[in-house]
C-alpha cells in the first residue's frame, strides 16, 4: 500500500505528512536528519498490516514541508505534531521517530502532554555535552561547508561517503541514491537538522517525560554504545534490541522494526 500525502498548516507554513489511512490506533514518526518522511517507506505497509495508522511527517524546512525564517530548535521541529494531528482531526497519537526524530517525539510529548500517548525512541543517543560539541565540530561543520561544484562532483562525494551505511542492502544503490536526494530537496539549509539535534538536551528531555515509552536500539547503530545510558536515563521505559543494521533501520529490518515496535504500541492497549 501506498500512503496517501497531503499538508498541514503549522507555525511556519505548510508541512508535508504521509498517512496510511484511518484505524484505531495511530502512529507519528519523524525522521532522522537530513532524511525525510520517506525514511519510513518500507515500514508504512508492515504497520499498517498490523491496524497502526502511520504518519511520516517532513522535519520543517525538509522535503516538501517549509522552513522557518532561521536556523530552528527541536521545539520548533515539534510544533509540526499537533499541527497535522489537527488537520486529520485526530485528538491523540503515539509518537516516535529515529535519530533527530527521537528528540522531536521526546520535545512533543513535553510539549504537548494531553496529545502524545507513547513515545517510541530509536537511536535517540542522549550525548554529554561534549559529545554534542565533538559532532557540531565535525558533522555540522561539513554540512555547512557544502558547495555545489560545477562539475557535480559534490554529488558523487555525498554518494560515496554515504553508501557505506547501506551497501550491505540488495537494493542499497538506489537507496543511497534516495537518501542523497532527501537530504538536498529541502527549502531549507539541510543543516538546520543537526543543528537542532545538537543543541538539543537529549540526556536531560528523556527524563521528562512521562508517557510510556520504548527505547529501541540496533547494534550494528552507531550510537548504540549509547544504549546502556539512555536505559539508565528511562527505567521505566520498555527496551528492545535489534541486531547489526546501522543508522537506516527501518529500511535494514523492517519487519524487525515494525516487531519491536507494534508489540509496544499494542501491549499499552490491553
Not at 240 to 259: C, F, M, N, S
Request: glycine share 12%.
Amino acid at each position: 500500500m501506498t500512503p496517501k500525502r497531503g499538508y498541514a498548516d503549522g507555525p511556519y507554513g505548510q508541512v508535508h505528512f504521509q498517512d496510511t489511512g484511518p484505524a484505531d490506533t495511530t502512529l507519528v514518526l519523524c525522521s532522522q536528519s537530513p532524511l525525510t518522511s520517506g525514511q519510513f517507506d518500507y515500514v508504512y505497509p508492515l504497520l499498517a498490516e498490523v491496524g497502526i495508522r502511520t504518519i511520516g511527517i517532513d522535519t520543517v524546512g525538509f522535503g516538501m514541508s517549509d522552513p522557518p525564517p532561521g536556523p530552528p530548535t527541536i521545539g520548533d521541529f515539534a510544533t509540526s505534531v499537533p499541527a497535522v494531528l489537527d488537520h486529520l482531526g485526530i485528538e491523540t497519537a503515539h509518537v516516535g521517530g529515529h535519530h533527530t526524530g527521537c528528540k522531536i517525539a521526546t520535545e512533543a510529548a513535553i510539549a504537548y502532554p494531553d496529545r502524545v500517548l507513547s513515545v517510541v525512541l530509536s537511536g535517540p543517543g542522549p550525548m554529554s555535552r561534549d559529545e554534542q560539541l565533538t559532532y557540531i565540530d565535525t558533522v555540522l561543520e561539513a554540512e555547512k561547508s557544502y558547495t555545489a561544484k560545477p562539475d557535480g562532483t559534490h554529488l558523487s562525494e555525498m554518494f560515496v561517503k554515504r553508501y557505506p551505511w547501506i551497501k550491505d542492502h540488495p537494493d542499497g544503490l538506489n537507496l543511497c541514491t534516495g537518501y542523497i536526494v532527501q537530504q538536498l530537496m529541502g527549502r531549507g539549509p539541510f543543516w538546520y537538522g543537526h543543528h537542532a539535534a545538537f543543541n538539543y538536551d537529549g540526556a536531560a528531555s528523556m527524563q521528562k517525560v512521562t508517557q510510556p515509552g520504548l527505547t529501541l536500539f540496533n547494534t550494528g547503530d552507531m550510537l548504540y554504545p549509547l544504549a546502556e545510558k539512555a536505559r539508565k536515563l528511562c527505567p521505566h521505559f520498555a527496551y528492545a534490541e535489534l541486531e547489526g543494521g546501522g543508522v537506516d533501520i527501518t529500511d535494514q529490518d523492517p519487519k524487525g522494526w515494525v516487531r519491536e515496535v507494534s508489540s509496544f504500541i499494542i501491549a499499552l492497549k490491553t
